[in-house]
Nanobody, 127 residues
Framework: EVQLVESGGGSVQAGGSLRLFCAASGYTYSTNYMGWFRQAPGKEREGVAVISTGDGGRYYANSVKGRFTISQDNAKNTVYLQMNSLKQEDTAMYYC????????????????????WGQGTQVTVSS
């Protein structure tokens, strides 16, 4: 089992920045991918950014490219999401997730491949 705990959410004005943290514990050696997903009220949960824990490859949703950066600190078993130039449409509950095994890169942002999930942290962007 892998346990994930998110933190760092909050309220910010449009154009501002936030940094999210995901602390992993348990059988973290079994995870090949760590990702951030988000879900706004009334909408499906969508993939935002994923990092390959082995080679550090990064994958982003088109809506956040150039504004968000995912990174990891393997020594601390922590994954980060730096969010800059935030927009109102970024408002959502953000979830950290972990996946094992091999996943085709074009499928990495699909939530169905992720077995472990955190409880979420709320991000609210106001005008």
């Amino acid at each position: 089992e892998v346990q994930l705990v998110e933190s760092g959410g909050g309220s910010v004005q449009a154009g501002g920045s936030l940094r999210l943290f995901c602390a992993a514990s348990g059988y973290t050696y079994s995870t090949n991918y760590m990702g951030w997903f988000r879900q706004a009220p009334g909408k499906e949960r969508e993939g935002v950014a994923v990092i390959s824990t082995g080679d550090g490859g990064r994958y982003y949703a088109n809506s956040v490219k150039g504004r968000f950066t995912i990174s990891q600190d393997n020594a601390k078993n922590t994954v980060y999401l730096q969010m800059n130039s935030l927009k109102q449409e970024d408002t959502a509950m953000y979830y950290c997730a972990a996946a094992s095994g091999s996943i085709f890169t074009w499928l990495l942002l699909q939530k169905r491949y992720y077995k472990y999930w955190g409880q979420g942290t709320q991000v609210t962007v106001s005008s």
